[in-house]
């Protein structure tokens, strides 16, 4: 099962991050590891990761600081939190709403681990942009604001028919 990035496994337990990494590498999913937040931060700037799966208790930087930093830009990769010790649904939730996608308590099975990295990367296609430059989403930003062609011209120092025929590209592009 090909991603278009690494799986970052993170976690301070180098036994449990060596066995998550071993599951996911048997079921074809090429993997990354770090054991500190700090270190997952860094190795996520060089290896554009598809998916984390973040432990929350981390020496340093928690992975709850570590998910809001990966979060932070447009495309940051999904999370999925682990975690042995946080395991009240206070807990849960937390890391959801710091950004996190899915969590899990620690101990699991393989196969519920299997399952819910191939619903994030699932979703991660199925909601992955069409292609559409930097510019382009930005157009989108603006018209979902509530600009009219009119006003986006001039803000971006063009033609109203120049962002209309840009709106058709994108249209075009996704296929409408």
Do not use: W
């Not at 054991?35 to 598809?50: F, I, K, N, S």
């Not at 984390?52 to 939190?81: K, M, Q």
């Not at 042995?84 to 099975?109: C, I, N, Q, W």
């Not at 018209?143 to 028919?161: D, F, V, W």
């Amino acid at each position: 099962m090909a991603t278009a990035g690494p799986i970052l496994v993170v976690d301070d337990d180098a036994l449990f991050r060596a066995l998550i990494a071993a599951i996911l590498k048997r079921s074809g999913y090429r993997t990354v590891e770090a054991a500190t937040g700090e270190e997952a931060l860094d190795l996520a700037g060089r290896e554009r990761p598809e998916l984390v799966v973040l432990d929350v208790r981390l020496p340093g930087i928690s992975g709850h600081e570590v998910c809001h930093r990966l979060r932070s830009g447009d495309d940051g990769p999904h999370v999925l939190f682990v975690s042995g010790e946080r395991t009240e649904t206070y807990d849960r939730v937390a890391g959801l709403l710091v950004g996190g996608d899915d969590y899990l308590v620690k101990p699991f099975a393989p196969d519920e681990l299997l399952a819910r990295v191939r619903a994030l990367i699932r979703r991660t296609h199925e909601t992955a942009p069409v292609g559409l430059t930097g510019d382009e989403r930005n157009l989108v930003r603006l018209l979902r604001q509530g600009l009219g062609a009119g006003e986006i011209a001039e803000r971006s120092h063009e033609t109203p028919k120049s962002v209309l025929d840009r709106v058709d590209e994108i249209l075009t592009k996704l296929g409408a």
